[in-house]
Every structure is written in C-alpha cells, then in structure tokens.
C-alpha cells in the first residue's frame, strides 16, 4: 500500500513560520510531480504548491506566493512545504499529493485535485492572531 505520510503541523503565531514534511513509502515517487493543498472547515480543497518530478520546475498559487517555498529530496522521497509569514487565514489542514503516472507537459502546472492520484493523511496548522 503506498502512503503519504505528512508531518510538522502544530500551533503557530502569526507571522511564524513552520516546516511541514511528506515522506512517500514508495521511491517510485520522485519520478512524478508532487503538490500541497489545504481544507478549511467548510472549504473545498485549495492548492497551495507543486513541484515537477526534478525539482527544477515550482508553480504556486497567489495566495502564498512570496511565503511559501515548496521543495523535494529525492534520495528521501520527501516534498517540503517551507511556510513563512503566516496568517490566522493560513489555519487549515493540510495535505500533500502525488503522482503516479507522468499527465504531460501540456498540462502543467498541476493545480487540480484530480490530477493527483495518492494523499496523505493531512496534517493541521493553526495560526493565532
């Protein structure tokens, strides 16, 4: 069973910052994209970063443009999500995603949920004011 498995969540005042960390059990991973989305009670899914199986390609929504710097290793098959500047409106559940078939050039950068086909657990981030 592949899993995702993300970790680093916990309490932070705004204007912290947090590191959270998705290991895959599975090193089949670093061949495929990976992204960070967030759940706010009584919100949809929201995409926050991906990245390319190489690393060498970032894409992120405005909303954390500028604050949060997505990352990989994949001699750990491991992404990272580093968080700077956060906000109470940051305070979510967050999840990482990955790949497992390569979806084309074309279709890059990769924003939806659909095109994701593992996910981890979620991990919660809340930011106090």
């Known amino acids: 069973q592949v899993q995702l498995v993300e970790s680093g969540g916990g309490l932070v005042q705004a204007g912290g910052s947090l590191r959270l960390s998705c290991a895959a059990s599975d090193r089949a991973f670093s061949r495929y994209a990976m992204a960070w989305f967030r759940q706010a009670p009584g919100a949809e899914h929201e995409f926050l970063a991906a990245i390319f199986w190489s690393g060498g390609s970032t894409y992120y929504a405005d909303s954390v443009k500028g604050r949060f710097t997505i990352s990989r290793d994949n001699a750990k098959n491991t992404v990272y999500l580093q968080m700077n500047s956060l906000e109470p409106e940051d305070t979510a559940v967050y999840y990482c995603?990955?790949?497992?078939?390569?979806?084309?050039?074309?279709?890059?950068?990769?924003?939806?949920?659909?095109?994701?086909?593992?996910w981890g657990q979620g991990t919660q981030v809340t930011v106090s004011s």
């Open positions: 995603a990955a790949q497992s078939r390569f979806r084309g050039i074309s279709a890059w950068p990769y924003t939806r949920v659909a095109q994701y086909d593992y």
